[in-house]
């Protein structure tokens, strides 16, 4: 009996030691990155870091190309990676045979385990020449090249959770729908998916939460000049992200100088949005979920 | 998932656990075979293949030293030398002043010598009608003011500028000698539009397939399928295409020194090392990979 309470006791530890653990280290990694990069407000001023020119060898530490170019490729890649990504699984859970069902699913899970820096291989020696002829641009190293690819990377994360969502909506819900004279596609449309919608929409955050992350593709294709994006046009001109930035200078920068403490700070910005994105994930599904509750009680 | 990790750790396991037994054993067989030092080099992408020829050269008739080389860029070796994680630095350019005073303060003293010579080459695509340019062209196109091929007599187009990243030594060499002419007061800088590449090959793929591209790297890294300018100091010539024989003239203007850099005068594997990169043999290799020999 006591030996009983004593395993329970320690299981139960360790358990909510696991579970605190993940706060911690979230915690420390952002103490360690507030510890290293907020030296940089008092080094260079606001009025320099807020300005359109990123050229760190000479003193020139501009985020604002550097922001608006992830922004750019991360929205590109939404635009890209959501409707094809939802269209698969809807596609997958609710209309494909049984055969096709079985053969897609492990086929786009496979796909979502290729090493990015392969996509980037494909990227720099296909897609490029490919965008810049098509489009006829002056160059295929665009952000639109890596919204492409990282769309493509995204793509594998949205199926797989979106899908596992939309297939635990009970089989009643749709034959109701179905019941009450509803078309396939209304069924779909009106019905699954609200039901699905935060897994669903766990799904988007998860997959864009890949793309912004994503470095090595990203920098092997979208040309990493640093100019500030000024319209849609921006889509289809090179762009510099915040993570390839990181990861072409981080190997170069002397140890507590100005560069980088600057490199630290925009693991800082990094950090705060996806950061915000998560949180306004969350709150959209609770509020959903708190609405359901409502409607049921 | 897991049984194949298991199996990997208990192949990797077996294999210290022979390595462990085998050791000893073939030590007391031949003594000499053996490595007893590693030399490790690390630096300038432009280097690494030439440093790479070294090592292997050298390995094969020193059997009893491990030289082990990588890339990453002129900054990145230096870096790794200051921070006293290496014996030999790689740099395609000199070492700065505000490396130079933080190697102090950590207590390491670099060493320079200088290895070989390099000539940079600009690079076009072959179906560019455009075949030579000076300096101040160059300049002009990097800076911005020139954005089009017309301007320069080339077809109508817009120019695609691609440079490597500032980590590079062939940047910072570009910046100096180009872009701002060799003037140290000049502040010009690139233009925001340049297209920074990670790699050489990242510069060579692209040219390969843009005909508006056009790049700069060592001359060891341009392939026959990419088309060489003629540069000139002035408009009225003369107009030089890099190789080993004008950059040995003082001919071509865009041509630098390649050093190594170590922690003060080293003795020993190292020093024997760096002396026999200035010999005959290991310079010989330098010009079968599209470098410039040392004057004899």
């Given amino acids: 009996m006591r030996s009983v309470t004593w395993s329970e006791f320690v299981i139960t530890r360790l358990i909510k030691t696991a579970g605190y653990s993940a706060i911690l280290f979230i915690g420390l990694i952002f103490i360690f990155l507030l510890r290293e990069g907020a030296p940089t407000l008092l080094e260079v001023p606001l009025r320099s870091l807020i300005s359109g020119r990123w050229y760190p060898i000479e003193g020139y530490f501009g985020l604002l190309p550097l922001i608006g170019g992830s922004l750019v490729v991360t929205l590109g890649a939404a635009m890209i990676a959501i409707p094809f990504g939802l269209g698969t699984a809807i596609y997958i859970a609710e209309i494909a045979p049984r055969w096709a069902r079985e053969l897609l699913k492990p086929l786009i899970e496979l796909l979502g385990g290729l090493p990015s820096v392969m996509l980037g291989f494909l990227g720099i020696l296909v897609l490029t020449s490919w965008v810049r002829t098509t489009l006829d641009l002056p160059t295929g190293l665009t952000a639109f090249t890596g919204a492409l690819l990282l769309g493509g990377i995204a793509i594998p994360t949205i199926v797989s959770v979106a899908e596992d969502a939309l297939d635990a909506v009970p089989r009643s819900y749709r034959e109701a729908g179905l019941a009450l004279g509803a078309t396939n596609w209304q069924t779909i449309w009106r019905v699954t998916l609200p039901a699905a919608r935060s897994g669903v929409l766990t799904a988007i955050m998860l997959g864009l939460g890949r793309a912004i992350g994503e470095t090595m593709a990203v920098m092997m294709v979208t040309g990493n000049a640093p100019v500030v994006p000024t319209g849609l046009g921006a889509l289809f001109h090179p762009a510099r992200t915040m993570t390839a930035t990181i990861a072409a200078e981080m190997g170069e920068v002397a140890n507590g100088s100005v560069h980088y403490h600057v490199l630290f700070l925009i693991g800082i910005v990094l950090f705060l949005i996806s950061l915000a994105v998560n949180l306004t994930a969350s709150s959209l599904v609770f509020r959903e979920r708190k609405r359901a509750e409502r409607i049921l009680s | ?296």
């Fill in chain 2, 1 to 296: 998932m897991h049984p194949p990790l298991r199996a990997q750790l208990a192949l990797l396991l077996t294999a210290v656990v022979v390595a462990g037994c085998g050791g000893p054993s073939a030590n007391g067989n031949q003594p000499t075979a053996a490595p007893s030092t590693t030399i490790e080099n690390k630096g300038s992408d432009t280097m690494v293949n030439l440093a790479l020829a070294w090592a292997e050269a050298y390995q094969a008739s020193h059997p009893a030293v491990r030289i082990s080389v990588t890339g990453g860029g002129s900054g990145t070796g230096l870096a790794a030398l200051i921070n006293g994680t290496l014996d030999i630095a790689n740099a395609s350019r000199r070492i700065k002043p505000e490396e130079q005073s933080e190697a102090q303060a950590n207590g390491v003293d670099p060493v320079e010598l200088v290895v070989a010579r390099d000539a940079i080459a600009v690079i076009v695509n072959p179906n560019n009608p455009v075949d030579h340019l000076t300096i101040d062209q160059l300049s002009d196109i990097y800076s911005g003011k020139i954005g089009n091929w017309a301007e320069v007599g080339g077809e109508d187009g817009p120019i695609v500028r691609l440079s490597r990243e500032t980590n590079s030594g062939t940047h910072v060499y570009f910046l100096e000698e180009v872009v701002r002419r060799g003037d140290g007061q000049d502040v010009t800088l690139f233009a925001p539009e340049t297209l920074l590449l990670p790699s050489s090959e990242g510069i060579s793929a692209e040219i390969r397939q843009n005909p508006n591209a056009i790049g700069y790297d060592g001359l060891g890294y341009v392939t026959p399928d990419l088309k060489v300018v003629a540069v000139a100091r002035e408009a009225s010539g003369p107009f030089e295409l890099p190789s080993a024989e004008t950059v040995g003239a003082g001919r071509y203007p865009l041509s630098r020194d390649l050093y190594m850099y170590t922690n003060g005068k080293q003795a020993g594997e190292t020093a024997a090392y760096q002396q026999w990169i200035l010999g005959r043999d290991a310079q010989a290799i330098v010009t079968g990979l599209g470098f410039v020999p040392l004057a004899p």
